[in-house]
């Protein structure tokens, strides 16, 4: 299977991506993933090389899915020093000093924090 779709699987990266290691990358983890998951390959469901193509798309997917999640990573830390390594040793949260409840809004409800960490 594999000398038989390794050139289509490549074209079906290269048509996606313009970086060279990254079509190698995922050419690579599509044929990981074949070789694992090969007992869940049904012939009577369609052809080996419709799954394979079927794993290559998923395989691209979350790689898609992982690469926005790092550029939006960077464009959410742009602009921010970095802590040198003796401030980083400082920096561990320090109990609450205040007397009364902190604001603490939560992901479906605003609500007050009982943490003694604010």
Same mark, same amino acid.
């Given at each position: ?50 799954? %394979?193509? =079927? ?10 899915? *992982?690469?926005? +999640?790092?550029?939006? !990573? &960077?464009?959410? %830390?742009? =602009? ?10 400082? *920096?561990?949260? +320090?109990?609450?000093? !205040? &007397? ?19």
């Amino acid at each position: 299977m594999y000398r038989a779709n390794i050139d289509a699987v490549t074209a079906y990266f290269a048509r996606r991506s313009t970086d060279p290691q990254t079509v190698a990358d995922l050419t690579a983890d599509t044929f990981v993933e074949a070789i694992t998951s090969y007992t869940t390959f049904d012939p009577r469901r369609g052809t080996a090389r419709a799954w %394979l193509f =079927g794993i290559a798309r998923r395989v691209f997917a979350k790689h898609c899915e *992982s690469d926005a +999640r790092r550029r939006e !990573r &960077t464009v959410r %830390l742009a =602009g921010r020093r970095e802590l040198a390594a003796s401030t980083r040793s400082r *920096s561990r949260p +320090r109990p609450c000093r !205040r &007397t009364t409840p902190c604001w603490s809004p939560s992901a479906s409800t605003a609500a007050f924090s009982t943490s003694p960490w604010c």
